[in-house]
């Protein structure tokens, strides 16, 4: 078997599989080419949620959620080695930063818009950065998804009034549905890297 300069035995075996039309041309090549472009339809999800909260485009934003959506803040507690585990408070036992549904989302939305919102009038400055997007898992099949499973890392920056400066880092993990041919969040769970919360308050959306 002659080795070409680069090229591993699998890689040599793909070549000949794609060539000869074997299973390799139907399948690994398929699948990867859809998760790339599963990927990139996913990145372009995320940046452009993150623009319509920036612009405070919230009842834009509102329709990119499900009506069953489900999102939450947990705590994070200082804990020691061998007890990681308890490093963050349970879902539905524990309290958390919040827990909420398409409602109260809603809600917020509803309070800010009157213009009489303690802690966001006037309205705070935000950039929101999302980066390290990774694509867990997709159902059915990753060529059919209706639904996918997705982790990023984001930092938000906030300003308000003249001096009140916020960053926030931490990550997201996202459940994303398809309804009606549309991507919207159905789940998302927010860790955030801060044990004691350093802003005032948690008035604008992650």
């Known amino acids: 078997m002659r080795w070409q300069l680069g090229v591993t035995a ?3 075996h793909i070549n000949k599989s794609l060539s000869s039309g074997g299973p390799w041309a139907m ?12 990927k ?22 509102l329709d990119l959620l499900t009506d069953d959506i489900r999102y ?6 200082n804990v020691k080695a061998n007890e990681l585990d308890r490093e963050f408070t349970r879902e539905g036992q524990d309290i958390n930063w919040f827990d909420e549904g398409k409602g109260t989302l ?10 009489v919102h303690w802690a966001e009038e006037p309205l705070s400055r ?6 390290n997007v990774q694509l867990l898992g ?28 916020d960053f926030l880092i931490g990550k ?3 459940t994303l549905r398809k309804v009606n041919e549309e991507w919207k969040i159905s789940q998302r769970k927010i860790i955030l890297d801060q044990n004691v919360l350093l802003a005032k308050n948690l008035t604008f959306f992650f």
């Open 10 to 12: 699998t890689e040599s």
């Open 40 to 61: 990139e339809e996913i990145q372009d999800f995320l940046f452009r949620e993150a623009e319509l909260l920036d612009e405070r485009n919230f009842e834009e934003w």
């Open 138 to 165: 997709a159902e059915p099949s990753i060529t059919d998804p209706i639904e996918v499973s997705v982790k990023c890392r984001f930092l938000i920056y906030r300003n308000r009034v003249q001096t009140e400066t």
């Open 172 to 174: 997201r993990e996202d």
């Open 27 to 38: 399948t690994t090549v398929e699948t990867n080419i859809s998760r790339i472009l599963l």
């Open 72 to 77: 939450w803040m947990p705590m994070r507690r």
């Open 126 to 131: 935000i950039c929101h950065f999302v980066t």
């Open 106 to 115: 809603d809600r917020r939305v509803r309070q800010i818009l009157t213009g």
